[in-house]
């Protein structure tokens, strides 16, 4: 559990951490939300909608135990521990310049979560393709500070994953 929370801390601003783990308990992935719960957590102690969203998580865990496959599950710790590790040492350094939304980390996070193993190829691909989507250009988007983003979502890259 300790790899999972420090594989999944963030700098980032905690609005969209937290639409993230309110998306995550829409799915019924309780503990991809608990973990979310307690990176916003970190960034922004104190916040009434993610205490309960918490509180929400960890009661659902204690009935229900998490459903996904184990091999999934161990298939996430690759990238969970590259992209902590990124989190923590090279991003403060360079600060957020990711310009597709999800951001390049919260993608590979997300992958993970859904596919397993197969996070690894399908983030690699990402960071291949990225300046192709850029140029492309075919999904702007705007983010809450007013920045144009170009969406690039892992549901359409799951294939049969799904």
């Known amino acids: 559990m300790r790899l999972l929370f420090?594989?999944?801390?963030?700098?980032?601003?905690p609005a969209a951490e937290l639409a993230l783990a309110n998306s995550l308990a829409k799915e019924g992935d309780w503990s991809a939300c608990l973990a979310e719960c307690k990176r916003v957590e970190v960034a922004?102690?104190?916040l009434p909608d993610v205490q309960a969203l918490h509180a929400q998580a960890a009661a659902q865990l204690a009935?229900?135990?998490p459903s996904r496959s184990r091999w999934r599950r161990v298939g996430e710790w690759p990238?969970?521990?590259?992209v902590g590790f990124y989190r923590f040492t090279i991003a403060p350094a360079i600060g957020s310049r990711c310009v597709l939304q999800p951001s390049c980390s919260r993608y590979a996070l997300e992958s993970a979560r859904r596919a397993?193993?197969?996070s690894l190829p399908m983030t690699g691909d990402r960071l291949i393709r990225e300046p192709s989507v850029v140029q492309d250009g075919a999904h702007p988007v705007s983010d809450a500070e007013g920045r144009i983003r170009y969406a690039d979502p892992?549901?359409?890259h799951l294939g049969g994953c799904r």
């Open 44 to 46: 922004q102690p104190g």
């Open 6 to 13: 420090l594989g999944s801390f963030s700098i980032q601003a």
């Open 63 to 65: 009935v229900q135990p």
């Open 116 to 118: 397993g193993w197969l």
């Open 154 to 156: 892992v549901e359409d």
């Open 79 to 82: 990238i969970r521990g590259l």
